[in-house]
């Protein structure tokens, strides 16, 4: 399977907006459910969301900023991120469920 590809990503001041993309075409995954996570320089991994058969879900740390959308014509799952926080400072990753390979993921920084 090869890896999804994210782009979107920049730099933006706080309170900001920032839309994310992840290209799934050609990538063949159970029920369309798909991930995203981020990860912080010296910290792990961690999940932000997931578009499931049953809904989409996120973690409490973005809920109410942070919203899953999906383009099938695009094949483009999107992640909308609006009222950014520089904790939210981090390269940003999508992955299918269960996962396949990383790909490169999309830098996504937060600063005045």
């Known amino acids: 399977q090869v890896p999804l590809v994210e782009s979107g990503g920049g730099s933006v001041q706080p309170g900001g907006s920032l839309r994310l993309s992840c290209a799934t075409s050609?990538?063949?995954?159970?029920?369309?459910?798909l991930s995203w996570y981020r990860q912080a320089p010296g910290k792990q991994r961690e999940w932000v969301g997931s578009?499931?058969?049953?809904?989409?879900h996120y973690a409490e740390f973005v809920k109410g900023r942070f919203s899953m959308s999906r383009d099938n014509a695009k094949s483009i799952v999107y992640l909308q991120m609006n009222n950014l926080e520089s904790e939210d400072t981090a390269r940003y990753y999508c992955?299918?469920?269960?996962?396949?390979?990383w790909g490169q993921g999309t830098q996504v920084t937060v600063s005045s």
């Open positions: 992955n299918t469920i269960p996962w396949g390979p």
């Open positions: 050609g990538v063949a995954f159970t029920g369309n459910a």
């Open positions: 578009a499931r058969p049953d809904g989409r």
